[in-house]
């Protein structure tokens, strides 16, 4: 079936390090695919998308690429803060589907 | 207006209570969703209604009974629930396109649930 497959965390890094955090997809078609932020205490919030092959997602200094040659979406960002500290889910949707798959989940730990 | 507001944010029930989880959206979305989160895990869909109408039970046990009154609003019903119900319950709305395609989804905050 259909699934996502996040790194492992913690991800620990120091301010203004440069992130990368891996995303890889196996699916029948061509899925939509999303990275969403928790931060503690809080609901899930959409932080960028992608809809199609070699589209980017980006949004507040994070940015994802869509590489259907290799089934990835790795996230990206390239000076991190500690208001970054969270835990990210990389997510798949296929069309005409209500359901949205979610990895595991990668715990982002930013120190000062 | 990207917001979907859960109450109560905390509830501590016990096992013979009733109680009702709450979501409102005004982005329009005619799907909304019901998901459960335990403690660093990703969120599980229990419940998908569109256009007001059930559509999607994950074969969620019947001690929680979602109800659509309208295109705003989502509840949650629980009773006789156990402690290992206790779990972050999170609400999301999102777009029906043509054919059924479902955008993505915006997420509430959350109730955080404990079961005495």
């Known amino acids: 079936g259909d699934s996502v497959t996040q790194m492992e965390g913690p991800v620990t890094l120091s301010e203004e390090a440069f992130l990368t955090i891996n995303c890889t997809y196996t699916?029948?078609?061509?899925?939509?695919l999303f990275w969403y932020v928790q931060y503690p205490g809080e609901g899930l919030q959409l932080l960028l998308k992608?809809?199609?092959?070699?589209d980017k997602g980006s949004n507040k200094g994070f940015e994802a690429t869509y590489r259907k040659e290799t089934t990835s979406f790795h996230l990206e960002k390239g000076s991190v803060q500690v208001s970054d500290s969270a835990v990210y889910f990389c997510?798949?949707?296929?069309?005409?589907?209500?359901?949205?798959?979610f990895g595991s989940g990668t715990r982002l730990l930013v120190r000062p | 207006d990207t917001e979907v507001t859960q109450t109560p944010k905390h509830l501590v029930m016990g096992m013979t209570n009733k109680k009702s989880l709450k979501c409102e959206q005004h982005?329009?979305?005619?799907?909304m969703y019901w998901y459960k989160q335990k403690a660093k895990k990703p969120p599980e869909l229990m419940f998908v209604?569109?256009?007001?109408?059930?559509?999607i039970n994950e074969s969620v046990p019947s001690r929680f009974s979602p109800e659509c009154p309208n295109s705003s609003l989502l509840n949650l019903h629980l009773h006789a629930l156990q402690p290992e119900d206790s779990a972050l319950y999170l609400c999301?709305?999102?777009?029906?396109?043509?054919?059924?395609?479902?955008?993505?989804?915006?997420f509430g905050q959350g109730t955080r649930l404990t079961v005495v």
């Open positions: 999301a709305s999102s777009q029906v396109g043509q054919r059924t395609f479902y955008t993505e989804a915006f």
């Open positions: 699916a029948t078609g061509y899925p939509s």
């Open positions: 992608a809809t199609k092959a070699d």
């Open positions: 997510a798949l949707m296929m069309d005409s589907s209500y359901k949205l798959i």
């Open positions: 982005m329009g979305h005619r799907a």
């Open positions: 209604y569109s256009y007001e109408k059930l559509s």
